[in-house]
Protein backbone atom coordinates (compact mmCIF):
# COMPACT_ATOMS: atom_id res chain seq x y z
CA UNK A 1 0.00 0.00 0.00
CA UNK A 2 1.80 3.47 -0.81
CA UNK A 3 -0.73 5.42 1.00
CA UNK A 4 1.14 9.24 0.88
CA UNK A 5 4.04 9.53 -1.55
CA UNK A 6 6.26 12.49 -1.26
CA UNK A 7 8.64 13.87 -3.66
CA UNK A 8 11.38 14.61 -3.91
CA UNK A 9 13.10 13.21 -0.67
CA UNK A 10 15.39 16.20 -0.69
CA UNK A 11 16.19 19.57 -2.56
CA UNK A 12 18.47 21.89 -2.54
CA UNK A 13 17.46 25.40 -3.97
CA UNK A 14 19.24 28.75 -4.34
CA UNK A 15 17.67 31.40 -3.30
CA UNK A 16 14.99 33.03 -5.54
CA UNK A 17 14.47 29.51 -7.30
CA UNK A 18 11.19 27.90 -7.29
CA UNK A 19 10.17 24.38 -7.36
CA UNK A 20 6.89 22.14 -6.77
CA UNK A 21 6.91 19.26 -4.28
CA UNK A 22 4.80 16.83 -5.13
CA UNK A 23 2.23 15.17 -2.90
CA UNK A 24 -0.10 11.77 -3.93
CA UNK A 25 -2.38 9.82 -1.52
CA UNK A 26 -4.24 6.20 -2.88
CA UNK A 27 -6.73 5.99 -0.08
CA UNK A 28 -9.45 8.31 -1.91
CA UNK A 29 -9.29 10.98 1.20
CA UNK A 30 -11.00 14.11 1.06
CA UNK A 31 -8.58 16.17 3.10
CA UNK A 32 -4.99 16.89 2.84
CA UNK A 33 -2.95 19.21 4.15
CA UNK A 34 0.92 20.32 4.30
CA UNK A 35 3.44 20.97 7.49
CA UNK A 36 6.88 22.06 7.89
CA UNK A 37 8.67 20.85 10.69
CA UNK A 38 11.54 23.19 12.36
CA UNK A 39 14.06 22.47 14.76
CA UNK A 40 12.26 23.07 18.61
CA UNK A 41 8.80 24.56 16.47
CA UNK A 42 6.80 21.40 16.08
CA UNK A 43 4.85 20.41 12.92
CA UNK A 44 3.26 23.93 11.08
CA UNK A 45 0.06 23.97 9.20
CA UNK A 46 1.35 25.62 5.88
CA UNK A 47 -2.04 24.78 3.97
CA UNK A 48 -4.89 22.38 3.67
CA UNK A 49 -7.88 20.85 1.46
CA UNK A 50 -10.75 19.61 2.57
CA UNK A 51 -11.63 18.34 -1.25
CA UNK A 52 -10.58 18.72 -4.69
CA UNK A 53 -11.03 22.63 -5.77
CA UNK A 54 -10.92 23.61 -2.06
CA UNK A 55 -7.53 25.24 -0.15
CA UNK A 56 -7.36 27.53 2.59
CA UNK A 57 -4.31 29.02 4.89
CA UNK A 58 -2.89 27.55 7.77
CA UNK A 59 -0.74 28.38 10.16
CA UNK A 60 2.27 29.44 7.81
CA UNK A 61 1.60 30.10 4.14
CA UNK A 62 3.18 32.76 3.33
CA UNK A 63 5.79 32.09 0.45
CA UNK A 64 3.29 28.77 -0.65
CA UNK A 65 0.91 28.20 -3.38
CA UNK A 66 -1.38 25.04 -3.30
CA UNK A 67 -3.41 23.78 -5.93
CA UNK A 68 -6.31 20.43 -5.30
CA UNK A 69 -7.48 19.62 -8.98
CA UNK A 70 -7.95 16.03 -8.01
CA UNK A 71 -8.38 13.76 -4.95
CA UNK A 72 -5.56 12.13 -5.26
CA UNK A 73 -2.78 15.36 -5.41
CA UNK A 74 -2.32 18.13 -3.25
CA UNK A 75 1.26 20.03 -4.85
CA UNK A 76 2.84 22.37 -2.59
CA UNK A 77 4.46 25.46 -4.52
CA UNK A 78 7.62 27.81 -3.40
CA UNK A 79 7.25 30.83 -5.23
CA UNK A 80 10.45 32.51 -4.68
CA UNK A 81 12.42 30.47 -2.31
CA UNK A 82 14.18 31.71 1.05
CA UNK A 83 16.58 30.31 3.19
CA UNK A 84 13.82 31.06 5.93
CA UNK A 85 12.38 27.84 4.17
CA UNK A 86 14.93 25.51 4.52
CA UNK A 87 12.68 23.22 6.56
CA UNK A 88 11.59 19.26 6.01
CA UNK A 89 7.83 18.91 4.76
CA UNK A 90 5.55 16.80 5.47
CA UNK A 91 2.32 16.33 3.36
CA UNK A 92 -0.84 14.37 5.09
CA UNK A 93 -4.60 13.30 4.12
CA UNK A 94 -7.06 12.25 6.07
CA UNK A 95 -10.57 10.93 5.75
CA UNK A 96 -12.25 13.47 7.67
CA UNK A 97 -10.12 16.71 8.76
CA UNK A 98 -8.95 16.72 12.75
CA UNK A 99 -8.81 13.00 12.78
CA UNK A 100 -6.16 10.58 12.20
CA UNK A 101 -3.73 11.92 9.10
CA UNK A 102 -1.44 9.71 7.59
CA UNK A 103 1.45 11.24 6.53
CA UNK A 104 4.34 10.35 3.91
CA UNK A 105 7.89 10.36 4.09
CA UNK A 106 8.58 13.90 3.99
CA UNK A 107 10.60 16.24 2.02
CA UNK A 108 13.97 17.95 3.33
CA UNK A 109 14.74 21.31 1.75
CA UNK A 110 17.67 23.42 1.94
CA UNK A 111 17.35 26.86 0.43
CA UNK A 112 21.19 28.42 0.33
CA UNK B 1 0.35 32.00 20.89
CA UNK B 2 0.73 28.03 21.28
CA UNK B 3 -2.49 26.15 21.51
CA UNK B 4 -1.26 22.96 22.34
CA UNK B 5 2.12 22.46 24.72
CA UNK B 6 4.10 19.67 25.65
CA UNK B 7 6.49 21.44 28.00
CA UNK B 8 9.53 18.45 28.09
CA UNK B 9 11.62 18.64 25.01
CA UNK B 10 12.82 15.42 26.42
CA UNK B 11 12.48 12.59 28.60
CA UNK B 12 14.68 9.68 29.23
CA UNK B 13 13.55 6.37 30.95
CA UNK B 14 14.26 2.63 31.55
CA UNK B 15 13.37 -0.11 30.03
CA UNK B 16 10.63 -2.22 31.35
CA UNK B 17 9.64 1.11 33.49
CA UNK B 18 6.83 3.66 32.39
CA UNK B 19 7.05 6.47 30.35
CA UNK B 20 4.87 9.60 30.92
CA UNK B 21 4.49 12.22 28.10
CA UNK B 22 2.39 15.13 29.35
CA UNK B 23 0.84 17.24 26.79
CA UNK B 24 -1.51 20.92 27.81
CA UNK B 25 -4.04 22.91 25.75
CA UNK B 26 -5.64 26.29 26.41
CA UNK B 27 -8.30 26.25 23.75
CA UNK B 28 -11.94 24.86 25.08
CA UNK B 29 -12.54 23.95 21.92
CA UNK B 30 -11.01 21.27 20.81
CA UNK B 31 -12.73 18.07 21.81
CA UNK B 32 -10.01 15.45 19.85
CA UNK B 33 -6.71 14.81 20.74
CA UNK B 34 -4.18 12.63 19.24
CA UNK B 35 -0.73 11.25 19.74
CA UNK B 36 1.70 10.64 16.93
CA UNK B 37 5.20 9.02 16.91
CA UNK B 38 7.84 9.85 14.65
CA UNK B 39 11.13 7.94 14.26
CA UNK B 40 13.78 9.95 11.99
CA UNK B 41 13.45 10.35 8.51
CA UNK B 42 10.29 9.18 8.47
CA UNK B 43 6.60 11.03 8.50
CA UNK B 44 4.63 10.79 11.94
CA UNK B 45 2.39 8.21 12.56
CA UNK B 46 -0.69 7.76 14.13
CA UNK B 47 -0.59 6.07 18.26
CA UNK B 48 -3.96 6.44 19.50
CA UNK B 49 -6.40 9.14 20.33
CA UNK B 50 -8.98 10.45 22.66
CA UNK B 51 -12.38 12.42 22.17
CA UNK B 52 -13.48 14.44 24.82
CA UNK B 53 -16.43 11.97 26.46
CA UNK B 54 -13.73 9.82 27.23
CA UNK B 55 -11.18 10.30 30.19
CA UNK B 56 -9.27 7.50 28.99
CA UNK B 57 -8.33 5.54 26.16
CA UNK B 58 -6.38 2.43 25.58
CA UNK B 59 -4.28 0.03 23.11
CA UNK B 60 -2.45 -2.32 24.06
CA UNK B 61 0.75 -0.67 25.93
CA UNK B 62 -0.48 2.61 25.10
CA UNK B 63 -3.02 4.98 27.62
CA UNK B 64 -4.26 8.38 26.42
CA UNK B 65 -5.57 9.87 29.68
CA UNK B 66 -7.54 13.46 29.27
CA UNK B 67 -8.03 15.78 32.11
CA UNK B 68 -10.64 18.07 30.42
CA UNK B 69 -10.75 20.67 33.53
CA UNK B 70 -7.26 21.24 33.58
CA UNK B 71 -6.94 20.80 29.57
CA UNK B 72 -4.49 18.03 30.08
CA UNK B 73 -3.78 14.86 28.64
CA UNK B 74 -0.96 12.25 28.87
CA UNK B 75 0.45 9.51 27.19
CA UNK B 76 1.46 6.56 29.27
CA UNK B 77 3.81 3.58 27.63
CA UNK B 78 3.84 0.54 29.63
CA UNK B 79 6.27 -1.31 29.98
CA UNK B 80 8.59 1.09 28.03
CA UNK B 81 10.68 -0.68 25.09
CA UNK B 82 13.78 0.63 23.15
CA UNK B 83 11.96 0.78 20.15
CA UNK B 84 9.55 3.65 21.47
CA UNK B 85 12.67 5.91 21.15
CA UNK B 86 11.14 8.54 19.13
CA UNK B 87 9.63 11.96 19.05
CA UNK B 88 6.43 12.37 20.50
CA UNK B 89 3.78 14.85 18.83
CA UNK B 90 0.21 15.67 20.73
CA UNK B 91 -2.24 17.09 18.56
CA UNK B 92 -5.69 18.12 18.99
CA UNK B 93 -9.36 19.42 16.68
CA UNK B 94 -12.19 21.15 16.98
CA UNK B 95 -13.47 18.14 15.38
CA UNK B 96 -17.02 17.64 16.71
CA UNK B 97 -18.12 21.27 18.42
CA UNK B 98 -16.19 23.81 16.26
CA UNK B 99 -16.38 21.85 13.04
CA UNK B 100 -12.33 22.51 12.14
CA UNK B 101 -10.55 20.62 9.85
CA UNK B 102 -7.63 21.37 10.95
CA UNK B 103 -4.57 19.81 13.64
CA UNK B 104 -2.42 21.66 15.88
CA UNK B 105 0.29 20.17 16.98
CA UNK B 106 2.96 20.88 20.14
CA UNK B 107 6.74 20.50 19.64
CA UNK B 108 7.32 17.37 20.88
CA UNK B 109 8.93 15.31 23.32
CA UNK B 110 12.21 13.01 22.52
CA UNK B 111 11.57 9.95 24.38
CA UNK B 112 14.72 7.79 24.58
CA UNK B 113 14.47 4.65 26.54
CA UNK B 114 17.78 2.75 27.71
CA UNK B 115 18.45 -0.44 27.79
Known amino acids: NAGVTQTPKFQVLKTGQSMTLQCAQD?????MSWYRQDPGMGLRLIHY???????DQGEVPNGYNVSRSTTEDFPLRLLSAAPSQTSVYFCASSSVGGTEAFFGQGTRLTVV | DQQVKQNSPSLSVQEGRISILNCDYTNSMFDYFLWYKKYPAEGPTFLIS?????DKNEDGRFTVFLNKSAKHLSLHIVPSQPGDSAVYFC??????????????FGKGTKLTVNP
Open chain 1, 49 to 55: SVGAGIT
Open chain 2, 91 to 104: AASALFQGGSEKLV
Open chain 2, 50 to 54: ISSIK
Open chain 1, 27 to 31: MNHEY
